[in-house]
């Protein structure tokens, strides 16, 4: 949908008139899943924020406002059949999408509707244990902010949480000279969003190319001038078109969320929740003179320079919990890549664990099936000398690596055939993968063992998809048709039946077995 207009937030519909107050509709956004706004996510990390367990893992309801084309609701509603979602979206386009892609994937758990925060603050809706709002908060005026945070308390069962993601300060200190600049030089200008937002990149690259005063002073928005343009022009025309962009200190969003009775938790990135990786290592002792969660919350994102924030706040403030009963020790890690590809050298926050030390190949080793909890772990051969809080904040710390995750339970898969046939687990995966993979988006493997979804390769798509329903000969045909025909620009060559039996052989060794404990996979 491009409508060539002056004002890209003005969008007829019907008998009415959508007004974005700054915010672009003439554009979609991009279609993301965004794990962080799942409730496994959400729930690990109030965990490691030292909260006790608080938030419903079955039968619970979720909305997200501003749900955009709906991946994310859509995703978590494929692996959730028995709760039910809703996603509340102002463009209609972004309405459609969803509810279509929902019906194409099978699934009779999601409701889409279009609306804007004061109409659906007048709807019959029920409350929700979780309520998600991704990038919305920084991107609307101050009226749409009111509407929206008095939207999210009402919404909110008593003991659910919200999470509230949006563009920080300082973080964005550095960044908003870029946007001022691009705004300022395509306001007044016609033409859809995304076509003025490339006259803008455009006009950026001859201001560093020209060496302008605030490239040359500022070097390093020529790293972010690189991002903007490797990234997809929707994605950038709703941030940079954006009349309304305020990035917000986490001190002034606590404070707004209080005054609609929303405490802040936690944050939904684990890191940041995690007591020796709140902040660099040089002010944990300053931090750590804070008693009050507020204040210490906000001197740690200021210390941080924070430019993006995914708060989570509840209306009752939970438990808190020691370290030693935590429900922490009944989650089990796990790879989320082959054992054979992690690197040697592996980036944990702020520090660097190698796969070679005793105690991590001794975790590796004890997690790799997948079938114990983090207390039964600790009395692995390789373990045993080890401390048992030592080896819980060190799983802590490979999560972050981005190689490894956490299970909310231990699975019990046993170790499949290879000469088995593999299906995938639940209706509508199937088809979020093929989708994505054939329209060159992001691919995203739901994973039922994880409660979410994994970024996974072109390959490795084409072999999920070849290998799922198929016995050991169709899927090698299928294989081979789909590299060939399909996405040949996967290889520098044609892929003949021995070539495509051998790489299949592979793929079911290692990332099959993996997305079978994972719970992607199952046997036919």
């Known amino acids: 949908m491009n409508i060539n207009i002056m004002r890209n937030d003005i969008l007829p519909l019907g008998d009415k008139t959508l007004d974005g107050h700054g915010y672009i509709l003439d554009e979609p956004y991009i279609s993301r899943y965004f794990d962080l706004q799942s409730p496994s996510r959400m729930r690990y990390s109030a965990l490691c924020a030292g909260f006790a367990d608080f938030l419903p893992g079955k039968a619970f309801k979720y909305c997200e406002l501003g749900c955009g084309n709906g991946l994310t609701a859509i995703v978590l509603a494929a692996l959730y059949p028995d709760c039910e979602f809703v996603g509340i979206d102002l463009n209609p386009e972004h309405i459609e999408n969803a509810a279509a892609l929902a019906s194409r994937c099978g699934l009779s758990n999601t409701r889409f509707i279009q609306a804007d925060f004061v109409e659906a603050m007048n709807m019959d809706l029920p409350q929700f244990d979780y309520v998600t709002i991704h990038g919305v908060y920084s991107w609307v005026d101050l009226e749409i902010r009111e509407q929206m945070m008095a939207l999210t308390r009402k919404l909110l069962a008593r003991t659910g949480i919200a999470y509230v ?47 302008s005063p605030f490239f040359s002073q500022n ?34 969003v606590f404070s707004h969320a209080a005054r609609y009775g929303l405490t802040f938790l936690a944050q939904s990135e684990s890191c940041y929740n995690i007591p020796f990786e709140r902040v660099p290592s040089q002010y944990l002792d300053f931090i750590a003179g804070f008693k009050d969660d507020i204040e210490r919350e906000t001197w740690a994102s200021l210390l941080r320079n924070d430019d993006f924030r ?41 520090r660097v664990l190698l796969s070679g030390d005793d105690l991590i190949s001794g975790m590796i080793a004890a997690c790799e099936a997948g079938d114990k909890n983090l207390r039964e ?54 088809q979020l993968v093929r989708e994505r993979l054939y329209d060159g988006d992001i691919i995203y493997a739901p994973c039922p063992a994880l409660r979410t979804a994994l970024m996974i390769g072109q390959m490795e798509a084409v072999a999920l ?14 294989f081979s048709k789909m590299l060939n025909e399909d996405f040949p620009e996967l290889l520098r060559f044609e892929a003949d039946a021995d070539w495509a039996s051998n790489y299949l052989a592979d793929f079911r060794q290692n990332w099959g077995r993996l997305f079978v404990k994972l719970g992607t996979l199952c046997e036919a």
Request: hydrophobic content about 35%.
């Open 465 to 478: 998809l070849a290998c799922s329903g198929n016995n050991q000969d169709e899927a090698v045909a299928q």
């Open 310 to 350: 995914t708060d989570l706040y509840s209306s009752v403030m939970p438990e808190r919990q020691r370290l030693e009963d935590s429900p922490l020790w009944d989650m089990a890690l796990t790879t989320i890549i082959p054992v054979r590809d992690l690197p040697r050298e592996l980036e944990c926050g702020s």
């Open 377 to 430: 772990m600790c009395n692995h051969p390789a373990l045993q000398r080890f401390p048992r809080r030592l080896i819980l904040e060190t799983a802590q710390l490979l999560e972050l690596s981005g190689h490894f995750a956490m299970m909310p339970a231990p699975v019990a898969t046993g170790r499949p055939g290879d000469d088995r046939k593999w299906q995938f687990s639940l209706p509508g995966f199937r």
């Open 219 to 252: 070097p390093s928005s020529r790293d972010h001038l690189a991002f903007l343009k490797g990234e997809d022009l929707n994605y950038v025309s709703h941030e940079y078109c954006n009349d309304q962009l305020k990035p917000c200190y986490a001190a002034d």
């Open 165 to 211: 993601s949006y563009n920080a300060m300082p973080g964005w200190a550095a960044k908003e000279p870029l946007w001022r600049l691009v705004n300022t030089y395509i306001h007044g200008r016609e033409g859809s969003s995304t076509n003025r937002t490339r006259q803008g990149l455009d006009f950026l690259d001859f201001l560093s190319e020209t060496n």
